[in-house]
């Protein structure tokens, strides 16, 4: 399900919108630090600075009076085409009016040598065809929402500032700022061949500096160079390349450079459901999420990044060794206490939530994928130190001792505990790569036999408690009749399958939970209300695991389905609804673009095997 640029429309004429956005209109931007959701429309409707987890100054995404946004467009009737700078980062939109055709560049620019500002937004205007009048208006609304600014002048630079914040709204030929009381606007006609700049540069209890013009276009030019070169280093040449870059691309937006930390997604609370509950904050990163994460970063040939986050989940998993916590903040330390803002929501949907109350969870899926993790990495020629051998030894006799308990799984449901199928397949994949590592003498091998001995336990409690001869398929929790789309990751893990379960799994899942290419997570009980939509990690799973069952034609024309599922630039939401097609959950979703890369990759070398 492909979209195509929208036909003219009567643009809003004030900055102060009262609609929402479908997400499908969103594009995002980022300098490895923070990222900034931009709308079709020209509107900056996320931004939280100074990082991707601090609180927003732009959260019109979540509130529309009063969230803040950077509104930029054309003050007549217009159409929308936009897309990503080949190979870059950065978005290109074109505003086509009656008169005349403006193309708009977005990036934030990323630090390199020299003064420059803590965070910097940049929007380049050029006059293409004709003449368009636009307008452009920045309202900041610090900490969520709750702190307006003042606004004051530096020279003749607005500044709007709210406590240690500061955020300057430098310009050049696109009109004389006009000062509100907590907001600064502008307007100006463009013609073919102008140029125009607007920079937003910010500061989080430092100075704040003032670009130049032109040390701002240096940064700009230098920014596009970079992202070009990154990827140009991508290694995979296979039938989905576009796809695949751009997902890397994006990806790469939600690593958090300081740390090496990968972030879920760039938002919180954006509805599974309008106008539901299940709204969350992802702006944090998951073990769940690891061994995929590290899995895709050597597929596509970013050692330095694969390198960067395992040592970031090592040295975050230290905290709390020999327990994992389900997810850290991006720079290693605990998740905060889950708390409610006072928003409106996307489209009303309440609560709006920052912080994540699933970290207090247990999760026992998270072994799993720690062990696996670690399995990856020495696969591509990495040595565990003498300290990490010695704590993830102690934490697979910890394996041995919390399989047996109940938890939440992997979809941090908020019912009961349960033994959930796939929390039991990744302990014995994390008892399994745990002897393996132990012959190969990356980890002490002091207690590998009872790691061996509990593995093939936990096999017979799966094979005899989980196995419905009715579904002819593994369940979702010990002793139900529901079906689970994480039980596709028993086959993406290597679980041994003696009797042909597995393939037989996959089909069930696929009639149960499917609907063409899309699949359900699952259709139980979870502890709250309303539905979901369709999860589209899910999806791209089942196109792995049917390539690893030798279904690769069946693979490759389901993957062609979801490759049209992604928006108008490449990007993909956590679910798809299921009536309209339109996005659903936090954006851009990690999880998805990995499995993304590593569906493509699994069929590419499958074929080729």
């Not at 596709?488 to 069930?508: C, F, K, N, P, Q």
Request: one cysteine or more; hydrophobic letters at 40%; a negative charge.
């Amino acid at each position: 399900m492909s979209r195509k640029a929208d036909g003219p429309r009567v643009a809003p004429t004030s900055g102060l919108r009262r609609d929402y956005p479908p997400l499908r209109d969103y594009a995002a931007i980022g300098d490895g630090r923070t990222v900034a959701l931009v709308a079709r429309d020209g509107s900056i409707d996320w931004l939280c600075l100074p990082n991707l987890d601090s609180p927003s100054v732009f959260g019109a995404i979540l509130d529309r009076d009063r969230g803040g946004k950077f509104r930029l467009e054309p003050e007549v009737p217009y159409g929308v085409a936009r897309r990503y700078v080949p190979d870059t980062n950065l978005l290109e939109t074109t505003f086509t009016t009656e008169e005349g055709a403006v193309r708009v560049t977005d990036a934030m620019t990323l630090p390199g040598g020299g003064l420059a500002p803590e965070r910097e937004i940049v929007r380049k205007v050029e006059g293409l065809t004709g003449r368009v009048p636009l307008g452009w208006r920045v309202e900041p609304r610090f900490s969520y929402g709750a702190r307006p600014p003042r606004i004051e002048r530096r020279g003749e630079v607005p500044v709007a500032i709210a406590g240690g914040d500061a955020l300057a709204v430098c310009s050049w030929s696109a009109g004389a700022p006009q000062y509100g009381r907590d907001s600064v606007s502008g307007h100006f006609d463009v013609s073919g061949g102008d140029q125009a700049l607007i920079a937003i540069a910010s500061a989080h209890g430092e100075p704040l500096v003032l670009p130049g013009r032109s040390q701002v276009e240096r940064r700009l030019a230098d920014t596009e160079q970079f992202w070009r070169t990154w990827a140009g280093g991508r290694t995979y040449d296979g039938p989905w390349r576009a796809a695949v870059l751009r997902s890397a691309l994006a990806l790469k937006l939600l690593v958090f450079a300081p740390s090496g930390a990968i972030a879920a997604a760039a938002t919180t609370s954006l509805p599974e459901s309008i106008g539901g509950e299940r709204n969350w904050d992802y702006r944090f990163s998951w073990v769940r999420d690891s061994a995929f994460t590290l899995d895709a970063f050597l597929k596509l040939g970013c050692p330095a990044e694969a390198t960067a986050f395992f040592w970031w989940l090592m040295h975050a998993s230290q905290l709390t060794h020999p327990r994992l916590d389900v997810l850290y903040r991006l720079d290693g330390g605990h998740s905060p206490t889950e708390v409610e803002l006072d928003l409106a929501g996307y489209r009303g949907s309440r609560p709006v939530r920052v912080g994540n109350a699933a970290a207090g969870q247990r999760q026992l899926d998270v072994y799993g994928e720690l062990f696996q993790t670690c399995w990856l990495y020495t696969r591509a020629g990495g040595k565990l130190d003498r300290d990490l051998g010695r704590r993830l030894a102690r934490t697979a006799d910890l394996v041995c001792e919390l399989w047996r308990e109940p938890d939440s799984g992997i979809w941090e449901v908020r019912s009961e505990p349960v033994h959930f199928t796939q929390s039991k397949v990744a302990c014995w994949t994390a008892l399994r790569r745990a002897v393996r590592l132990a012959e190969e003498g990356q980890i002490p091998a002091g207690t590998a036999r009872r790691w061996h001995v509990e593995a093939g336990a936990i096999r017979k409690f799966i094979e005899e408690q989980c196995w419905s001869e009715e579904k002819r398929s593994y369940v979702r929790f010990a002793g139900s009749e529901e079906l689970d789309a994480s039980l596709l990751l028993a086959v993406l893990a290597g679980y041994e399958d003696s009797a042909g379960r597995l393939m037989t799994m996959v089909e069930a899942v696929r009639r149960e939970l499917g609907s063409g290419p899309l699949v359900y997570r699952y259709k139980g009980e979870d502890g709250l209300g309303g539905g979901e939509g369709f999860f589209l990690t899910c999806s791209f799973w089942l196109v792995d695991a049917l390539a690893r069952i030798g279904r690769l034609e069946e693979a490759a024309e389901t993957m062609e389905e979801l490759i049209g599922f992604a928006n108008d630039v490449g990007l993909y939401a956590e679910e798809v609804e299921p009536r309209t097609g339109e996005f659903l959950g936090n954006f851009p979703q990690g999880l998805v673009h990995l499995a993304l890369i590593n569906a493509a990759v699994s069929i590419s070398e499958l074929r080729h095997s």
